[in-house]
């Protein structure tokens, strides 16, 4: 950490003239995320509802050629809802949605907070046994699959309970001015909508702050997807924290939108923010560096959204005309590395970055609603980071069993209060829940929620992140459970133990996958099949890049993989003397990694 990124009274009040301005929409935000009574009737329906009624004619959403007014949003969301709730969907149902970024998404989701039903945002990119696994773990009474994603649904349809009935199909065409068929054995949920009232539903002001609102899937430290439960009252914290007193939107914004609609970034975070004060979303169907400057001049975006490595992407990219005095003011996300925060400011001129720091199961957010740089914000919710030990991973205690505040600017974990001003919705499944409450912290009887993520504190209650504990890393934007990756390679031929974690290549962001495999006794790794079966078993975020054959796989006392020295050794030909491979980018393959092809991924030379 820079002595630069310590955030003293003379710096914190330099920066307080420039807030003068947004100070009542700021209080506004705090009225909204400080709001303690679950019970209230306050929802993403009644945020929705409201930006109609202030900002009916301005546009809500932009797609391509489409667009719609925010009173044209609202209209097709209340037939939607009216639509569904013929279908049987009422207050509590939990609908699955497969549908990739485009306008129909956000109408679904808006339909269903409107009914007081879950939407459960299953992760476009699964398949196979972990989309089964997702699709049941909610037990969803309806299904509405879009067409660009009917095919591995139906691939695995006759595994996911309940999937015999209910299912809805959403056509990949402009289903909202012209009608067309769905395939047999599928009905075609726009058609259902095209002759239901418009007008706002009764039902839209019975919803809760306590109702939960989605079911986002977070691949957690333990295996395959776990289903947390966003609240309608996160969002409305949401919408104060980040649309009324962190980024400030208002009608004449433009949010250029290209992270997956299936990410609280996406539907929470950026959809709240514009919401509050009336701007635009302009959506893509998956992020593009090349074509990002020739969206942000067509939609004459001010604003975006990000992660981390979206931004190195574009840093990576050679200098184009279009980004040259380009429209963007403002951009919100987080995983923003120091590394590159500065440059990416200064080349394309943005004024502000609005970092935070949040997690779907999680009762906090933090929002950089002053402008500091090098951090995720500000939180008014009561939080400590402790110190931890890394070497048994665990935190470090008292001789009275309590934990340990970390001095300023110490690395520690970040965890949480659970009170009923900040409540933990947690998992679908209360065990899991129960195992990321840590109790009698600081006194006997709190509780305390465990973000498993090192903070430091640099001053005025604003922090910066250093890095996420456990088994899970984070490569491209998502979080990959190491569990996942090696039941995948233990179903591979021939591999008899697989251990997988994270790893650092020089120039990018998070950590990529590295997996260490002892191979049953005579076999050598077949290094195109194991590919070709990593493609077929994981998304391309989660494949290992990286592999070492083991000769036997240390363990704990409890069975446990020993994986700090792995993590350590990493995949240094100096370090390591087992046989190392590695898959460069556009590979089909994995080759050996000799001390050639190290310095030549050291100095950058391939971009992974």
């Known amino acids: ?12 009040i330099a920066h307080l003239p420039a807030t003068f301005s947004r100070v009542p929409r700021m209080l506004r935000g705090l009225y909204y995320a400080g709001i303690r009574n679950r019970e209230k009737n306050l929802s993403l329906a009644w945020a929705l509802e409201r930006a109609a009624d202030l ?18 949003f609202n209209a097709w969301a209340n037939r939607l809802a009216r639509a569904l709730q013929k279908q049987g969907v009422v207050h509590g149902s939990v609908v699955a949605v497969m549908l990739e970024n485009r306008i129909e998404v956000l109408l679904l989701l808006a339909a269903l907070a409107k009914l007081g039903a879950v939407g459960a945002l299953v992760n476009t990119t699964q398949r196979g046994q972990v989309l089964v696994h997702s699709l049941n773990l909610v037990t969803p009474s309806h299904f509405v699959i879009g067409e660009e994603l009917r095919e591995p649904f139906e691939a695995v349809r006759e595994q996911v309970h309940g999937s015999d009935q209910h299912c809805y199909w959403l056509s990949d065409g402009d289903s909202l001015n012209t009608p067309s068929a769905a395939p047999d054995g599928w009905q075609d949920l726009m058609d259902l909508a095209w002759s239901e009232r418009h007008d706002n539903l009764p039902d839209s002001a019975k919803v809760r702050l306590k109702d939960p609102c989605f079911l986002i899937y977070t691949s957690g430290t333990t295996g395959l997807p776990k289903a947390s439960i966003m609240s309608h009252g996160k969002w409305i914290k949401a919408y104060g ?8 939107l208002n009608e004449r914004d433009v949010l250029y939108l290209t992270l997956p609609c299936y990410h609280n970034n996406a539907v929470t975070v950026c959809w709240s923010a514009a919401l509050a004060g009336g701007a635009a979303i302009a959506l893509r169907r998956r992020f593009s560096a090349s074509a990002f400057w020739k969206d942000v001049q067509h939609y004459q975006a001010t604003c975006f959204g990000y992660i981390g490595e979206l931004c190195r992407y574009l840093l990576n990219q050679p200098a184009c005309p279009q980004e040259l005095n380009n429209t963007l003011t403002c951009m919100i996300g987080n995983g923003l590395r120091p590394s590159i925060w500065g440059e990416f400011k200064q080349r394309f001129g943005i004024e502000r970055i609005t970092e935070f720091y949040a997690s779907s199961e999680g009762n906090i957010g933090f929002t950089n609603v002053f402008n500091f740089d090098n951090t995720v914000g500000y939180s008014p919710a009561t939080y400590a980071i402790v110190r931890y030990d890394l070497e048994n991973d665990r935190p470090l205690r008292t001789k009275k069993n309590f934990l340990q505040k970390a001095d300023k600017g110490e690395p520690g ?8 001003k900040w409540p933990f919705d947690g998992y679908t499944d209360p065990a899991k829940s129960e195992a990321v409450i840590l109790r009698n912290v600081f006194k006997k009887g709190d509780a305390w929620f465990n973000t498993g993520d090192l903070m430091r504190d640099i001053g005025f209650k604003h922090t910066q992140f250093v890095d996420r504990l456990g088994d899970t890393f984070r490569w491209k934007g998502e979080n990959v459970s190491t569990t996942e990756v090696e039941n995948a390679l233990g179903s591979f031929a021939g591999i008899e133990d697989a251990v997988v974690y994270g790893v650092e290549i020089p120039g990018t962001n998070g950590r990529c996958g590295m997996a260490a495999l002892r191979l049953a006794p005579g076999l050598q790794l077949d ?69 050639a092809v190290y310095e030549a991924i050291q100095a950058g030379v391939h971009r992974f």
């Open 413 to 420: 974990l970040l965890i949480t209060e659970i009170s009923a």
């Open 1 to 12: 950490m820079s002595q630069a990124d310590l955030i003293t009274p003379i710096r914190f």
């Open 527 to 595: 290094c195109s099949e194991l590919a070709a079966h990593l493609d077929r078993e994981l998304p391309a975020y989660a494949a290992p890049q990286f592999v070492r054959l083991l000769r036997e796989v240390e363990t704990t006392g409890t069975f446990k993989y020993k994986k700090n020295d792995l993590k350590t050794a990493a995949y240094n030909p100096q370090l390591v003397t087992d046989p190392l491979y590695v898959r460069l980018p556009g590979s089909g393959q994995f080759e050996v990694l000799d001390g």
């Open 55 to 72: 900002y009916g004619e301005r546009p809500a959403v932009l797609e391509e050629h489409r667009q719609l007014s925010y009173a044209q």
């Open 241 to 248: 924290g980040f649309g009324h007193s962190g980024l400030g």
